[in-house]
C-alpha cells in the first residue's frame, strides 16, 4: 500500500521539470494525480507519462495568475474525485535584472506567479481540506528567498513572501489539520526555469558554470525535491508544519564565488 493511498493531489506547473516528478511519486504512492499548467500538449504527454497504475491521473490547463482560473482549477481538481487532500503550489518564473533597472511588468510577472497564485490557491483549497479533515499544502520556494544573490532582486522578494504567507498560513489554519511547508531548492537541472531567461540552447553550459556553487558538487535533479515533497504530503510529517527546508546541496551556507 502506498503512502497516499486514497488521496488526491494537485500539482501546478506540472507538466514539465519539477511538478512533473512531484505528481509522478505521489502517483506511484497511491495517489489521484492532477497536473495543472498553461500548455496543453505539455500536460497532454505528462499525464501519459504518468498513469500507468489503476488510479487515475487527470490534466487541466489553468494560468494561476489569474483568479477566475485558480478558483475553477481548485474546484475541477476536487470535482475529479470528491476530495482534495493535497496541493502542490509549484509554478513559477523567474527574470533575472539589477533591481534599478527592473521593469514593473517584471514585478507584476513574478509577484502574480509566485506569490499571489499560491496565495489565492491555498485560499481555494482550504474548504476542500476542511471537509476532509485536513491537509498537506506544499509550496515550491526558493533559497533566493533566504540568501541575496545579484540581479534576482524581485524573484527574491517574491519567493520570501511566499515563504512568509506559507508560515502565516500555518499557523492560522493549524486548528484545522491543515499543514503548509515550503521547500526550497537551489539550482535544479532538468527543468525549464532558465530557458526564458538565458535561452534554451545555453543551459548546460550555464548549469556547467553554477555547479560548483553547490557544497556537494552539483545541482540538484526534480526528482530529489520529489523525494522531499512526498515527505510533507505523507503522514511521516503529520507533526510538521511551518517548515522551510532547503534542497540545495548547501547553497545556502555557501558565497556567490565559486570555491578555489
Not at 507519462?49 to 481538481?77: H, M, N
Not at 481555494?124 to 476532509?132: D, G, N
Request: with cysteine; glycine share 10%.
Amino acid at each position: 500500500m502506498g503512502m497516499l493511498e486514497g488521496k488526491t493531489a494537485l500539482v501546478t506547473g506540472g507538466g514539465t521539470g519539477i511538478g512533473l516528478a512531484i505528481a509522478k511519486r505521489f502517483y506511484n504512492e497511491g495517489a489521484a494525480v492532477v497536473i495543472a499548467g498553461r500548455r496543453k500538449e505539455k500536460l497532454d504527454e505528462a499525464v501519459a507519462t504518468i498513469a500507468t497504475g489503476e488510479q487515475q491521473a487527470y490534466s487541466i490547463q489553468a494560468d494561476v495568475s489569474k483568479d477566475e482560473d485558480a478558483k475553477r482549477l481548485i474546484d475541477e481538481a476536487a470535482a475529479k474525485t470528491g476530495r482534495l487532500d493535497i496541493l502542490v503550489n509549484n509554478a513559477g518564473v523567474m527574470r533575472f535584472g539589477a533591481l534599478h533597472e527592473t521593469p514593473i511588468n517584471d514585478w507584476e510577472l513574478m509577484m502574480q506567479i509566485n506569490t499571489f497564485g499560491p496565495w489565492r490557491l491555498m485560499v481555494y483549497a482550504m474548504p476542500y481540506m476542511r471537509k476532509v479533515g485536513g491537509g498537506s499544502i506544499i509550496n515550491i520556494s526558493s533559497i533566493a528567498g533566504i540568501k541575496a544573490f545579484p540581479n534576482t532582486g524581485i524573484y527574491s522578494a517574491s519567493k520570501a513572501a511566499l515563504q512568509t504567507l506559507s508560515q502565516v498560513m500555518a499557523m492560522e489554519w493549524a486548528a484545522d489539520q491543515i499543514r503548509v511547508n515550503c521547500i526550497l531548492p537551489a539550482l535544479i537541472e532538468d527543468t525549464e526555469l532558465a530557458n526564458p531567461i538565458i535561452g534554451k540552447e545555453n543551459v548546460p553550459a550555464f548549469w556547467e558554470k553554477l555547479r560548483p556553487l553547490h557544497p556537494i558538487g552539483r545541482s540538484g535533479k526534480p526528482d530529489e525535491v520529489a523525494d522531499a515533497a512526498l515527505f510533507f504530503a505523507s503522514n511521516q510529517s503529520s507533526f510538521i508544519t511551518g517548515t522551510l527546508l532547503s534542497i540545495d546541496g548547501g547553497r545556502h551556507m555557501a558565497s556567490n564565488r565559486p570555491s578555489i
